[in-house]
């Protein structure tokens, strides 16, 4: 089953042409045949991201939303808080096994990743550091399997039908 995708990096510096981790996503959205509906570029401020993030929650076309960036410790990193303000549901094994992949990769260094994802609309947000390997090992040990119908014994795809459940 496709799944349709929208692609958020968050930073003060990149553009799209330099925004190397999002475009590691973007190939590896397209190796797995999932669409990519949109992909943007927005400066670390909470307003923006969730101005660009609740656009995204009224299109019928988007399943899953995935920003890359502001998920660090330092001042401007505020990905997290601007997720969480337009939250209903929180995932918070996906930050656990995140960090759990990344201290293979990167050791104790992980502890400094805030990755989550929550769920919003009947739509899955997942929040994966700025860094290649970050975005690397979210996609390749996470998100590759659970936005796959196939993966089993269950994934976040087969789900999708019944997240807007009351």
């Known amino acids: ?83 969480s303000e337009i939250a209903e549901k929180n995932i918070p094994g996906f930050g656990e096994v995140f960090r759990t992949v990344s201290l293979k990769t990167v050791g104790t260094s992980s502890i400094q990743s805030r990755a989550c994802a929550v769920l919003a609309k009947g739509k899955y947000i997942f929040a994966l550091p700025g860094s290649s390997g970050g975005v690397t090992d979210a996609w390749d040990k996470i998100l590759k399997f659970q936005l796959d119908i196939n993966h089993k014994p269950c994934n976040f795809v087969e789900l999708f039908p019944r997240l807007k459940e009351k």
Do not use: F
């Not at 993030?53 to 890359?68: A, C, E, G, R, Y």
């Open 1 to 83: 089953m496709k799944v349709n995708i929208a692609l958020l990096t968050v930073t003060d510096t990149r553009t799209l042409k330099s925004d190397k981790s999002g475009s590691i996503l973007v190939g590896k959205i397209k190796k797995a045949k999932h669409e990519l509906i949109d992909r943007r570029i927005c400066k670390d401020n909470k307003k923006d991201i969730k101005k660009i993030l609740k656009q995204w929650l009224k299109k019928k076309n988007i399943d899953v939303i995935i920003t890359t960036g502001g998920t660090g410790l330092t001042g401007r990193d505020i990905t997290p808080e601007a997720i």
